[in-house]
């Protein structure tokens, strides 16, 4: 149990174009999803939090204008990047965790160019 | 903010031998959490610890939460290389938050067969 699935795994796109990246708890109600952000060697930073139904809670210096976030239900939420540049270029995961969970589980991750 | 460090940051090892990692925070923790990331992977959740002084083991892998609940350990004993991946600790967020976590550097470990 606990899946959770995001779609595309990989997307390269020209500058100044927009990627919409979702998420999805496949056997559990997520309640709360997470969008994190991993460059190369480097540790997982959370950009924002989903609840289902209300607006992300998004991290110090994550800028909610260009990361748009939307948990229209309790099996998918979405990341749109938009006016993507290639400094957005990384590793792109959510996690999910439902309501009677603290642990959070991770989908496997988007990895997102700009040329 | 809270703060969550991991130490070392890479670790190479011959197979069989032992391999520790350890994860200090800048606050008490409610519990911590250990995740597993092989290359080119995403986090896999291993364990969670929630007691003080709480020990626990799977299979060759043995993790302790200090009676502090600062700091945690992740122990594995005679490494395989499967075990090749970053190990990262995470510990509840800051704010009284539950459900956000703040993960700490990680630790690689690779294994020379």
């Known amino acids: 149990g606990a899946v959770v699935s995001q779609h595309p795994s990989w997307v390269i796109c020209k500058s100044g174009t927009s990627v919409k990246i979702e998420c999805r708890s496949l056997?559990?109600?997520?309640?709360?999803m997470f969008w994190y952000r991993q460059f190369p060697k480097q540790s997982l930073m959370l950009m924002a939090t989903?609840?289902?139904?209300?607006?992300?809670?998004?991290e110090q210096g994550v800028e909610k204008d260009k990361f748009l976030i939307n948990h229209a239900s309790l099996t998918l939420s979405t990341l749109t990047v938009t006016s993507a540049h290639p400094e957005d270029s990384s590793f792109y995961i959510c996690s999910a965790r439902g309501r009677a969970q603290e642990t959070q589980y991770f989908g496997p991750g988007t990895r997102l160019l700009v040329l | 903010g809270q703060q969550v460090m991991q130490i070392p940051q890479y670790q190479h090892v011959q197979e069989g031998e032992d391999f520790t990692t350890y994860c200090n925070s800048s606050t008490t923790l409610s519990n911590i959490q250990w995740y597993k990331q092989r290359p080119g992977g995403h986090p896999v959740f291993l364990i969670q610890l929630v007691k003080s002084g709480e020990v626990k083991k799977q299979k060759r892998l043995t993790f302790q939460f200090g009676e502090a609940k600062k700091n945690s350990s992740l122990h594995i004993t005679a490494t395989q290389t499967t075990d090749v991946g970053t190990y990262f600790c995470a510990g509840p967020g800051d704010g009284g938050s539950n459900y956000k976590l703040t993960f700490g550097k990680g630790t690689l470990l690779t294994v020379n067969p």
């Open positions: 056997d559990f109600q997520a309640t709360t």
């Open positions: 989903s609840n289902e139904g209300s607006k992300a809670t998004y």
